[in-house]
Each structure stands twice: as structure tokens, then as C-alpha cells.
């Protein structure tokens, strides 16, 4: 298949990147790395999370650093939300959009959020009618698309029930994560072969953490297939704290450079992006993980 000529970033740095964090960010430096985010023109921020504080506490002040950011009329700030109750807390907090989360394996559901997939379900959709009321768009997260940190290879037909039943739902795309970054290419194939059997690929978005380094080839045969949103994670912050080592998102910037070789369009202005993930490094005392942002700093 011919490769899309644009593509949507879903950047999950300030949730996904900033969640694993154990020291506590100062929230001035949260509202900051989102306000760059979208001076840098991202046009979809997952912004924080609306969960219970005791199981992750560094998005304990998401509510805080919603009402604080500096507002782009187009832009986007979604948040992740496990239940009703956090559903609430985000629309309060005057998100525009919330993604539900589940999993293709028994054990990360229990682990991450506490019940099986049957009742993960059940509790989504209650979410699912609270925003459908509020006209608020809900996509979903199934995690361990491809491997589980506890149960090992998941099948992909499971991923495309939970896949199909979030969509059922009334959730507008799944995006597909590889939550301990262990596939290849291959896997993604295999995948969505399976998966587009019965799901229309637009309603397909690809979440690769790149623990193996794989992330940027995943994204390539992605593309291939027709997948039009990826998410990523400025400076490759993050991983999960319910998937011991797990590293962080795919770098934005080097998915934006990867997209700009292959003349797809993103809309996101590559310098300023690295600009902030610099920033949001030395902030957190860590080296940027993004190749690109190294090598364009370095020079
Ligand atoms: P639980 O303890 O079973 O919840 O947690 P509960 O319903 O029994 O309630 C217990 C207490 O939590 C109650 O308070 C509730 O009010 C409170 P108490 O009465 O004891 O004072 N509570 C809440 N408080 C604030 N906001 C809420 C909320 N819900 C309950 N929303 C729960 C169940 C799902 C809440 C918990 O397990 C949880 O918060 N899990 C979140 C874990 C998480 O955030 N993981 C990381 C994100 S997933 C990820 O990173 C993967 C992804 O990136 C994709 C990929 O890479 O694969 C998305
Ligand atoms: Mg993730």
C-alpha cells in the first residue's frame, strides 16, 4: 500500500512520559512542557491523567495543570481516564477529549487497573455514554498487543475482540500498544493481518514503546499497512509503571524526522519540538533519548 501523505502525533510525553517519573515535577514545569508542545504546533496533547492519585501520584495534580496550561484554540488536551469518577475529574478539569484504557492480557488489566477485561469493559462504558452525553470523544488504549510483562505472547485474536468491543463501544480509534516495546516488524504484521480482518485500518493508531529499539521500524511497517495516527513521547520520556522495564515512548522528534524523509506531512515545527524536549531533559536530570534531537543539538 502506497504511504500516507499525513500523518497524526498523538503525544503522550506529559501522561505516558511524565507518569513513570518518581521524583515529583514541579507543575510549572508540566504546564510548560505542554504549552511548548503546542507552540511546537502538536496538535493532540495527552496532557495528565485522571486516575487514583494512591496508584500513580505524579498525576495527582492533573487537575491543576488543565485549568494552568495556555490554551491553542485547535489544539487537543486529552487525558486518560480508568472510570466514571475520573471521567468527571477530567471534564471538570476542561479536557476536550478522554481515552479509556484496557489491555489484551488478563494479568496487565488486573495489575494496571485492578479487574478483570470483562468488568474493564463494563466500567468503560459508562464512560462511554457520560461523554457521548457531553459530546466529548473517547478514544481507547489496548495495551500488550503484542507481549505481556507477565504472560508472555498474547494472541492476536484477543486483541481484536477487546479492539472491536471498544469500538462497539462508540470509542472513534484504538490505539494499539506495544507497552514493553518488544515487537518487530513482523509482529506488527501479524497483527494487523489479524486485526484488519475486521477493523477498518483509520480506526487503527500504533503506541510503541521502544525498549528494543524497534519502535521507528514498527512505525515504518505501520505505515505501510495505512495507519495515519502514532503516538510518541517528546525526548522518549516514560514507560509504565504497571510494566517493569518498560522504557519510554518513541521520540517524537525522531518519528517527525522519520515522517519529514518520507514526505508526510505532520504540521509539527521539528526545532521548536526539540527545544522542548531538551528542556523537559535537563529539568528531569536525564539524558534526551531522541537520536534526532542529540544529533541536530550536538552539531
Ligand atoms: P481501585 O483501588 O480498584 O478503585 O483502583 P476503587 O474503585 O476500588 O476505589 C478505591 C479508591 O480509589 C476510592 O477512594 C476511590 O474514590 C478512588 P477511597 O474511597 O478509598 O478514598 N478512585 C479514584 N480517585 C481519583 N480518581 C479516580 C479514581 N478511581 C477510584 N479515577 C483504578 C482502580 C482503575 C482507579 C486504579 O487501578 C488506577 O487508578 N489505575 C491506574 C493505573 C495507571 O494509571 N496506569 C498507567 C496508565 S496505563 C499505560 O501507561 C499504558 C498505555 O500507555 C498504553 C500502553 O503503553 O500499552 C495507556
Ligand atoms: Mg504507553
Redesign the pocket.
Given at each position: 500500500m502506497a504511504l500516507p501523505s499525513k500523518v497524526k502525533i498523538v503525544e503522550?510525553g506529559p501522561r505516558?512520559g511524565l507518569?513513570n517519573e518518581s521524583q515529583l515535577i514541579e507543575q510549572a514545569d508540566k504546564v510548560a512542557l505542554i504549552n511548548g508542545l503546542a507552540e511546537a504546533n502538536v496538535s493532540h496533547i495527552e496532557a495528565g491523567?485522571?486516575?487514583?492519585?494512591?496508584?500513580?501520584p505524579q498525576?495527582a495534580d492533573s487537575e491543576a495543570v488543565f485549568t494552568r496550561i495556555q490554551r491553542k484554540p485547535a489544539t487537543i488536551y486529552s487525558a486518560?481516564?480508568?472510570?466514571l469518577?475520573?471521567y468527571e475529574?477530567a471534564i471538570q478539569a476542561g479536557a476536550n477529549e478522554v481515552a479509556i484504557?484496557g489491555a489484551a492480557s488478563e494479568s496487565f488489566t488486573e495489575k494496571?487497573?485492578?479487574?478483570s477485561i470483562k468488568e474493564s469493559l463494563h466500567r468503560f462504558r459508562d464512560v462511554i455514554k457520560a461523554a457521548k452525553a457531553d459530546d466529548i470523544p473517547v478514544r481507547g488504549?489496548v495495551?500488550?498487543v503484542v507481549a505481556c510483562p507477565y504472560e508472555g505472547a498474547i494472541d492476536a485474536a484477543i486483541v481484536r475482540d477487546v479492539s472491536e468491543q471498544l469500538l462497539g463501544m462508540g470509542c472513534y480509534e484504538v490505539s494499539l500498544?506495544?507497552?514493553i516495546g518488544v515487537a518487530t516488524p513482523a509482529d506488527v504484521n501479524r497483527l494487523l493481518k489479524v486485526l484488519t480482518s475486521t477493523i477498518a485500518i483509520d480506526k487503527l493508531a500504533v503506541?510503541f514503546?521502544d525498549t528494543y529499539g524497534q519502535a521507528l521500524a514498527n512505525i515504518y511497517a505501520a505505515l505501510q499497512w495505512g495507519v495515519t495516527t502514532i503516538d510518541s513521547s517528546v525526548a522518549g520520556l516514560g514507560g509504565?509503571?504497571?510494566a517493569k522495564g518498560a522504557s519510554g515512548n518513541v521520540a517524537t522528534e525522531d518519528v517527525v524526522y522519520l515522517l519529514n524523509g518520507l514526505s508526510i506531512e505532520t504540521g509539527i515545527d521539528l526545532e521548536k519540538l526539540i527545544s522542548v524536549g531538551n528542556l523537559i531533559s535537563s529539568i528531569l536530570g536525564k539524558s534526551n533519548q531522541s537520536k534526532v534531537a542529540n544529533a541536530k543539538t550536538n552539531r
Amino acid at each position: 500500500m502506497a504511504l500516507p501523505s499525513k500523518v497524526k502525533i498523538v503525544e503522550v510525553g506529559p501522561r505516558d512520559g511524565l507518569q513513570n517519573e518518581s521524583q515529583l515535577i514541579e507543575q510549572a514545569d508540566k504546564v510548560a512542557l505542554i504549552n511548548g508542545l503546542a507552540e511546537a504546533n502538536v496538535s493532540h496533547i495527552e496532557a495528565g491523567s485522571f486516575v487514583n492519585p494512591q496508584w500513580v501520584p505524579q498525576m495527582a495534580d492533573s487537575e491543576a495543570v488543565f485549568t494552568r496550561i495556555q490554551r491553542k484554540p485547535a489544539t487537543i488536551y486529552s487525558a486518560l481516564v480508568p472510570n466514571l469518577q475520573g471521567y468527571e475529574r477530567a471534564i471538570q478539569a476542561g479536557a476536550n477529549e478522554v481515552a479509556i484504557f484496557g489491555a489484551a492480557s488478563e494479568s496487565f488489566t488486573e495489575k494496571n487497573i485492578n479487574c478483570s477485561i470483562k468488568e474493564s469493559l463494563h466500567r468503560f462504558r459508562d464512560v462511554i455514554k457520560a461523554a457521548k452525553a457531553d459530546d466529548i470523544p473517547v478514544r481507547g488504549y489496548v495495551s500488550c498487543v503484542v507481549a505481556c510483562p507477565y504472560e508472555g505472547a498474547i494472541d492476536a485474536a484477543i486483541v481484536r475482540d477487546v479492539s472491536e468491543q471498544l469500538l462497539g463501544m462508540g470509542c472513534y480509534e484504538v490505539s494499539l500498544g506495544d507497552t514493553i516495546g518488544v515487537a518487530t516488524p513482523a509482529d506488527v504484521n501479524r497483527l494487523l493481518k489479524v486485526l484488519t480482518s475486521t477493523i477498518a485500518i483509520d480506526k487503527l493508531a500504533v503506541h510503541f514503546h521502544d525498549t528494543y529499539g524497534q519502535a521507528l521500524a514498527n512505525i515504518y511497517a505501520a505505515l505501510q499497512w495505512g495507519v495515519t495516527t502514532i503516538d510518541s513521547s517528546v525526548a522518549g520520556l516514560g514507560g509504565c509503571p504497571y510494566a517493569k522495564g518498560a522504557s519510554g515512548n518513541v521520540a517524537t522528534e525522531d518519528v517527525v524526522y522519520l515522517l519529514n524523509g518520507l514526505s508526510i506531512e505532520t504540521g509539527i515545527d521539528l526545532e521548536k519540538l526539540i527545544s522542548v524536549g531538551n528542556l523537559i531533559s535537563s529539568i528531569l536530570g536525564k539524558s534526551n533519548q531522541s537520536k534526532v534531537a542529540n544529533a541536530k543539538t550536538n552539531r
